[in-house]
């Protein structure tokens, strides 16, 4: 998964789970911040990625979201149970995974096979 879509996953994850309305969030390993503001809810997302001047939108389907990445034209699955996330990115058509711990989040990247954290 590239790492301005990781982030922006995250993102979503965190504020999901921790039921907060950030508008960026820190990437450790990159040392930066990605600005991102939007809508995030329990029903519908729409944010956008400044980064990428692109944005991401999905709706809850189920018990998932399936999120919509206009940068990449592809979707990707997010599923939530507790603070603990996981999905499949289409783009790259591996898994991921995570856990949010207060403004903390910790993302497992089958593509890298590394884990990358961010803060809130």
Do not use: P
């Amino acid at each position: 998964m590239k790492q301005s879509i990781r982030a922006c996953v995250a993102f979503i994850a965190g504020n999901l789970i921790e039921k907060q309305d950030s508008e960026r969030i820190y990437d450790y390993t990159a040392e930066e911040y990605f600005d991102i503001s939007g809508k995030i809810e329990d029903s519908e997302i729409k944010i956008y990625d400044y980064s990428r001047s692109c944005e991401i939108t999905g709706k809850l389907k189920d018990k998932d979201y399936l999120l919509y990445d206009y940068g990449t034209g592809e979707d990707i699955r997010l599923s939530i149970v507790g603070n603990k996330f996981g999905g499949y990115d289409y783009n790259t058509g591996l898994e991921f995974s995570g856990t949010v711990d207060g403004n903390q989040i910790s993302f497992y990247d089958n593509e890298h096979e590394d884990y990358f954290d961010y803060k809130l």
